[in-house]
Nanobody
Protein backbone atom coordinates (compact mmCIF):
# COMPACT_ATOMS: atom_id res chain seq x y z
CA UNK A 1 0.00 0.00 0.00
CA UNK A 2 1.41 3.36 -1.03
CA UNK A 3 1.67 5.92 1.77
CA UNK A 4 2.43 9.60 1.28
CA UNK A 5 3.43 12.25 3.82
CA UNK A 6 3.80 15.91 2.86
CA UNK A 7 5.98 18.51 4.57
CA UNK A 8 7.33 21.98 3.96
CA UNK A 9 4.21 24.12 4.12
CA UNK A 10 4.01 27.35 6.05
CA UNK A 11 3.46 31.09 5.91
CA UNK A 12 5.28 33.05 3.23
CA UNK A 13 5.05 36.62 1.97
CA UNK A 14 3.87 37.38 -1.58
CA UNK A 15 6.74 36.92 -4.00
CA UNK A 16 8.42 34.41 -1.73
CA UNK A 17 9.30 30.76 -2.26
CA UNK A 18 8.65 27.41 -0.61
CA UNK A 19 9.66 23.86 -1.35
CA UNK A 20 7.22 21.08 -0.52
CA UNK A 21 8.32 17.48 -0.05
CA UNK A 22 6.31 14.29 -0.18
CA UNK A 23 7.84 11.17 1.33
CA UNK A 24 6.34 8.12 -0.33
CA UNK A 25 6.64 4.46 0.57
CA UNK A 26 5.12 1.18 -0.54
CA UNK A 27 5.70 1.70 -4.25
CA UNK A 28 6.09 -1.41 -6.39
CA UNK A 29 9.64 -1.10 -7.70
CA UNK A 30 8.78 -2.48 -11.16
CA UNK A 31 5.53 -0.59 -11.69
CA UNK A 32 4.94 2.79 -13.31
CA UNK A 33 3.13 5.46 -11.38
CA UNK A 34 2.04 9.00 -11.86
CA UNK A 35 2.81 11.25 -8.90
CA UNK A 36 1.60 14.76 -8.49
CA UNK A 37 0.66 17.76 -6.41
CA UNK A 38 -2.82 19.10 -5.90
CA UNK A 39 -4.28 21.91 -3.84
CA UNK A 40 -7.58 22.90 -2.34
CA UNK A 41 -8.49 26.39 -1.18
CA UNK A 42 -11.44 27.02 1.16
CA UNK A 43 -14.71 26.78 -0.72
CA UNK A 44 -13.06 25.55 -3.91
CA UNK A 45 -12.64 22.18 -5.56
CA UNK A 46 -9.36 20.33 -5.41
CA UNK A 47 -7.24 21.19 -8.44
CA UNK A 48 -4.25 19.54 -10.03
CA UNK A 49 -1.06 21.61 -10.08
CA UNK A 50 1.60 19.36 -11.50
CA UNK A 51 2.41 15.72 -12.04
CA UNK A 52 5.04 13.38 -13.41
CA UNK A 53 3.89 10.35 -15.39
CA UNK A 54 6.47 7.57 -15.16
CA UNK A 55 4.97 5.62 -18.06
CA UNK A 56 5.43 8.46 -20.56
CA UNK A 57 8.17 10.46 -18.84
CA UNK A 58 6.06 13.58 -19.27
CA UNK A 59 5.59 16.39 -16.79
CA UNK A 60 2.41 18.44 -16.65
CA UNK A 61 1.65 21.83 -15.09
CA UNK A 62 -1.56 23.73 -14.61
CA UNK A 63 -1.60 27.07 -16.43
CA UNK A 64 -1.97 28.87 -13.10
CA UNK A 65 1.48 27.73 -11.92
CA UNK A 66 3.40 27.26 -15.17
CA UNK A 67 6.71 29.08 -15.02
CA UNK A 68 6.52 29.52 -11.23
CA UNK A 69 6.38 25.94 -9.89
CA UNK A 70 8.72 23.02 -10.61
CA UNK A 71 8.12 19.36 -9.81
CA UNK A 72 10.74 16.65 -9.57
CA UNK A 73 11.23 13.35 -7.80
CA UNK A 74 13.84 10.89 -6.73
CA UNK A 75 13.44 7.15 -6.62
CA UNK A 76 15.06 4.56 -4.43
CA UNK A 77 15.19 0.78 -4.86
CA UNK A 78 13.37 0.05 -1.61
CA UNK A 79 9.96 1.20 -2.81
CA UNK A 80 10.43 4.73 -1.53
CA UNK A 81 10.15 7.91 -3.52
CA UNK A 82 10.25 11.58 -2.65
CA UNK A 83 8.32 14.06 -4.75
CA UNK A 84 9.18 17.76 -4.54
CA UNK A 85 7.42 20.95 -5.53
CA UNK A 86 9.46 24.15 -5.74
CA UNK A 87 7.13 27.15 -5.60
CA UNK A 88 8.44 30.58 -6.59
CA UNK A 89 6.80 33.99 -6.96
CA UNK A 90 4.02 32.93 -4.64
CA UNK A 91 0.77 34.87 -4.72
CA UNK A 92 -2.10 35.12 -2.22
CA UNK A 93 -4.21 33.00 -4.61
CA UNK A 94 -1.74 30.15 -4.04
CA UNK A 95 -3.00 29.86 -0.46
CA UNK A 96 -4.42 26.36 -0.03
CA UNK A 97 -3.86 22.94 1.47
CA UNK A 98 -1.41 21.14 -0.79
CA UNK A 99 -1.69 17.39 -1.29
CA UNK A 100 0.63 14.83 -2.77
CA UNK A 101 -0.95 11.95 -4.69
CA UNK A 102 -0.02 8.86 -6.66
CA UNK A 103 -1.81 6.99 -9.40
CA UNK A 104 -1.30 3.35 -10.41
CA UNK A 105 -2.27 4.27 -13.94
CA UNK A 106 -3.73 7.27 -15.77
CA UNK A 107 -6.75 6.75 -17.97
CA UNK A 108 -7.69 10.40 -18.50
CA UNK A 109 -6.45 13.90 -17.78
CA UNK A 110 -3.17 13.73 -15.83
CA UNK A 111 -4.18 16.55 -13.46
CA UNK A 112 -7.67 15.22 -12.71
CA UNK A 113 -7.82 14.32 -8.99
CA UNK A 114 -10.16 11.42 -9.83
CA UNK A 115 -7.24 9.69 -11.60
CA UNK A 116 -5.31 9.29 -8.33
CA UNK A 117 -5.56 6.37 -5.94
CA UNK A 118 -3.35 7.37 -3.01
CA UNK A 119 -3.30 10.66 -1.10
CA UNK A 120 -1.33 12.32 1.62
CA UNK A 121 -2.90 14.27 4.47
CA UNK A 122 -1.92 17.66 3.10
CA UNK A 123 0.18 20.60 4.20
CA UNK A 124 -1.04 24.19 4.56
CA UNK A 125 0.53 26.94 2.46
CA UNK A 126 -0.46 30.50 3.30
CA UNK A 127 0.73 33.44 1.21
CA UNK A 128 0.14 36.68 3.05
CA UNK A 129 1.89 39.86 4.08
Amino acid sequence: QVQLVESGGGLVQPGGSLTLSCAGSGFNSVAYYAVGWFRQAPGKEREGISCIDDSSGRIFYADSVKGRFTIWKDRKDNGKRTIYLQMNSLEPDDTAVYYCAASKYLTGAPLDPNEYHYWGQGTQVTVSS
